[in-house]
């Protein structure tokens, strides 16, 4: 947020991606801390947290445009065009 203040614009707009891996349990806190300030264009992998059902992942794409992981170099030049 700091960042964004800095360049004088909003936090979605700074070129990051972020990829979460969902391998322990602290990840449910880093992902509902990054939804709670807004980010979007989450990947979220290698498997869908089993609180995220078919309509909370409706929701967290309409509004977050939340994305599974894919295959990595198609994940990385995804990345890349958007940065």
Do not use: H, Y
Not at 26 to 55: E, H, M, Q, S, Y
């Amino acid at each position: 947020m700091a960042l964004a203040d800095a360049f004088e614009c909003g936090v979605n707009d700074l070129p990051l991606s972020l990829v979460i891996s969902w391998l322990e349990q602290k990840a449910v806190a880093v992902l509902l801390t990054l939804l709670f300030l807004g980010i979007r264009d989450i990947r979220l992998g290698p498997t869908l947290p089993a609180f995220v059902t078919p309509a909370v992942l409706d929701v967290l794409v309409e509004k977050f445009n939340l994305m599974p992981v894919g295959e990595a170099e198609g994940d990385m030049q995804a990345m890349l065009q958007a940065s």
